[in-house]
């Protein structure tokens, strides 16, 4: 039996009340940005609007990234005598975990004749002449509204640095042996933190792609699920993972300076804890 996709993207760490900007049928210029809408059109009285309730829900989000920079030159002992090895590395992680009392989902699927009235009202059209005719906007078609949320946040930092010196002894020992110090110092740090929130907010919301025609009207649309984190039928357990090795002579450079991260969401799906990995990109900087 295939596993769902996610597609439910988290929404920004701003308020975000039920009755705000982001709700069913707005329309937004960026996935990303679901509370800057161009457009928030009333639905139809005739929408078939589905509703569904889920208690003591629960999900993890994990992000994290690890950068290393090294100046390898121990080859050069044969050459010159001495060498050197140093190594710099620094690991960042940052997870959340939620557990709300009760998940309201929201869901509707607009009509083609929804979707040519909303792409044809004054604010969408001037958003598309100025653009230069983009040919894709988005509608949002679900909403997960959370009500009696815990977060808790834990952030960690760990840094390290390696150094290896080595002097080639050959000539005074009669054998091939090099010899000098070595060390290693890392250093560890983190933060957590815990809150409750009572009011009911959006938690995650659903968006289809809307192409529209340059003469007007609209071309095609379809759900939209790149970089989307939850479905609604599954617990999710999601990581971020990125590592950069430097390798070279030169200059250290600032380990911040060469971050590269990756997302990898990880779904564990009935008791049998069959799982299946989907890759994804979220252009998010680490805090």
């Not at 039996?1 to 009755?19: C, E, I, N, Q, W």
């Not at 998940?103 to 607009?110: I, L």
């Not at 100025?130 to 808790?152: D, P």
């Not at 933190?193 to 919301?205: I, L, P, W």
Request: hydrophobic content about 30%; charged content about 30%.
């Amino acid at each position: 039996m295939a596993t769902p996709k996610p597609t439910y993207f988290l929404t920004p760490p701003r308020p975000s009340p039920p009755d705000g900007s982001i709700r069913l049928g707005a329309i937004i210029a960026s996935p990303s940005q679901p509370d800057e809408p161009l457009h928030l059109p009333s639905l139809p009285p005739q929408t078939d609007t589905s509703t569904f309730t889920e208690h003591n829900w629960s999900g993890t989000h994990t992000k994290s990234t690890s950068t290393t920079f090294g100046i390898w030159t121990s080859f050069l002992e044969c050459v010159l005598g001495i060498g050197a090895d140093i190594s710099i590395s620094d690991d960042k992680s940052v997870s959340q975990t939620w557990q709300v009392e009760k998940m309201t989902t929201q869901t509707f699927r607009p009509s083609r004749a929804f979707l040519e009235d909303v792409v044809r009202h004054e604010d969408v059209r001037d958003y598309i002449t100025q653009h230069r005719f983009r040919e894709k906007i988005y509608i949002i078609t679900g909403v997960m509204i959370a009500s009696s949320t815990t977060l808790s946040r834990e952030r960690l930092q760990e840094k390290g640095v390696y150094v290896h010196a080595g002097v080639d002894a050959t000539a005074w020992s009669g054998v091939p042996v090099s010899v000098g110090p070595e060390g290693n110092w890392k250093r560890k740090s983190g933060t957590s933190e815990q809150s409750t929130r009572a009011e009911d907010f959006v938690f995650a919301y659903r968006i289809r792609e809307v192409k529209v025609k340059r003469k007007g009207g609209v071309k095609s649309d379809r759900l939209f699920d790149k970089g989307a984190l939850f479905d609604t039928q599954v617990r999710r357990k999601v990581e971020d993972k990125g590592e950069v090795v430097v390798d070279g002579l030169g200059e250290e450079p600032d380990v911040d300076d060469v971050e590269l991260e990756s997302r990898e969401v990880r779904q564990r799906v009935g008791d049998d804890g069959e799982e299946e990995d989907v890759v994804c990109v979220l252009p998010e900087a680490l805090d």
